[in-house]
């Protein structure tokens, strides 16, 4: 008798599994995306005005409020990433092939989040 192993669902978007997530969506063709980047897309869609029509169109009070949360989203997807570097890390994975992942050396993926 075969025994299949139930492969994982992960959002499309950050990695994260079914078990890490506290929702992940279906979203067709096997892709997902999970609450926290749902998140990130909500505050990017509300700081943005619809038609989007270039940066340069936007009022200062509105560049300012997209900035905000540009940098809530940067600063929640460092959080996301430092968080799987650390699981990562408790799995006894290498720097080295961390840093392969990332697209970097040993020594700089070590350097930004040891
Ligand atoms: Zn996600």
Redesign the pocket.
């Known amino acids: 008798m075969l025994a299949l192993a139930k492969r994982k669902l992960r959002?499309s978007?950050?990695g994260?599994s079914e078990t890490e997530?506290a929702r992940l969506i279906g979203g067709g063709s096997g892709r997902y995306?999970?609450d926290?980047?749902v998140g990130i897309c909500n505050n990017i869609l509300d700081a943005t005005p619809v038609p989007f029509s270039g940066w340069d169109a936007m009022s200062e009070e509105q560049l300012l409020t997209a900035v905000k949360a540009s940098e809530a989203s940067i600063a929640a997807l460092h959080a996301l990433l430092q968080a799987q570097i650390e699981a990562l890390r408790k799995q006894d994975v290498s720097w080295a092939a961390i840093g392969q992942a990332l697209g970097v050396s040993r020594q700089a993926a070590w350097e930004r989040f040891s």
């Open positions: 959002c978007f950050c994260k997530a995306i999970c926290a980047c």
